[in-house]
């Protein structure tokens, strides 16, 4: 298996903090909402300088969120990537739009931008580029 990141070292520095935090949550028996969903979107709010935040379960719920709040309806179109998790692809068609794919510039593995333009129609709503690995 070849490993793009190393997450035991990715966390280790705030590891007894998300231990701790992980803790609270079992013991409230409160896994959905609840007072720590509320804590952590107030601070994300502010971390981010919003008004608001929602936590969802899930990458593709975010996206999906983000694509309706963003004015993506049924019929649209958005571009994004060949090479990225389902979860792109499913938000787009949970919002009731149709992908459309541009492939990736093969150095850096993310969004040919020179292949954007060829991609764009009336329908094209929005573009969702996907950062894989973190590469941008």
Not at 11 to 24: G, N, P, V
Not at 50 to 70: D, I, K, P, Q, R
Not at 97 to 107: G, K, L, T
Request: charged letters at 20%; aromatic letters at 6%; one cysteine or more.
């Amino acid at each position: 298996m070849i490993r793009f990141s190393n997450l035991q070292s990715e966390h280790a520095e705030i590891r007894d903090d998300l231990d701790r935090a992980i803790s609270r949550v079992i013991d409230s028996g409160r896994f959905v909402l609840g007072p720590e969903v509320e804590r952590f979107e107030r601070a994300f709010a502010d971390y981010c300088g919003s008004e608001y935040a929602v936590a969802v379960n899930s990458g593709t719920s975010a996206l999906h969120l983000a694509l309706l709040a963003a004015g993506v309806e049924a019929g649209d179109e958005v571009i994004t990537v060949s090479m990225t998790f389902t979860a792109t692809v499913a938000a787009v068609v949970l919002a009731g739009a149709v992908p459309v794919m541009v492939d990736v510039d093969p150095e850096h593995w993310t969004m040919d931008v020179s292949k954007i333009e060829a991609a764009l129609t009336e329908r094209t709503a929005a573009i969702l580029p996907v950062h894989l690995h973190g590469l941008m």
